[in-house]
């Protein structure tokens, strides 16, 4: 999706939330305006960010608090390690509700 303003792609942004039972679910997707207040609302919360624009793209064609599709299970499970062990959290997912972020 371009914006035809600068030449340059529409920021998105997808926040999950997974609590360890089933799949991640979307919690929040948007872009541009948007996706800038999903991202500032998840600084604001200190929810780790991480920035994919394809995986962006894929998760914010699932419908809102839906579990992601199994297609995207690997790359999902990908982030969701490297955020754990940055932020020392082991390998057990965060047990509330994450604020918006992907």
């Given amino acids: 999706m371009g914006d035809a303003h600068s030449g340059r792609r529409r920021r998105r942004a ?4 997974y609590d360890g039972h089933g799949a991640p679910r979307v919690t929040a997707a948007g872009g541009g305006a948007l996706a800038e207040r999903i991202v500032a ?12 624009a394809a ?3 894929a ?3 699932v419908p809102l608090g839906e ?3 199994p297609e995207l299970y690997v790359a ?6 490297f ?20």
């Fill in 14 to 17: 997808v926040a999950l939330r």
């Fill in 41 to 52: 609302a998840a600084r604001e919360h200190g929810v780790p960010l991480h920035e994919d």
């Fill in 55 to 57: 995986l962006a793209e």
């Fill in 59 to 61: 998760l914010a064609a």
């Fill in 67 to 69: 579990e992601i599709p």
């Fill in 76 to 81: 999902v499970a990908e982030v969701l390690a």
């Fill in 83 to 102: 955020v754990f062990l940055v932020h020392g959290r082991g390998t057990a997912p965060p047990a509330a509700d994450s604020a918006p972020g992907a």
